[in-house]
């Protein structure tokens, strides 16, 4: 059921939201638009869910093995884009 004033979206447009939406910095009318399409598109719903998964067990894993000096490296290629 489309609610009034959103438009139904593409997988490339809802694969372009997939992080905004994971780190919950996506707009109300974007958001329902996201949710609208993954709850139709297999495809996308799909990797909604791995990405979801996939920064979770990095989350661990982080807090597990990382060094200091690991977290150093990855900080200084992060800034470096």
Sequence with gaps: MKKSGHKNIS???????VFDYIDNHIEDVSRDEFEQHIEKCRHCFDRVEFEKLLKSRLRTLQARRSTDRLRKRVDDIITKF
């Excluded at 997988?11 to 939201?17: G, P, V």
């Design 11 to 17: 997988c490339q447009e809802a694969l372009k939201r």
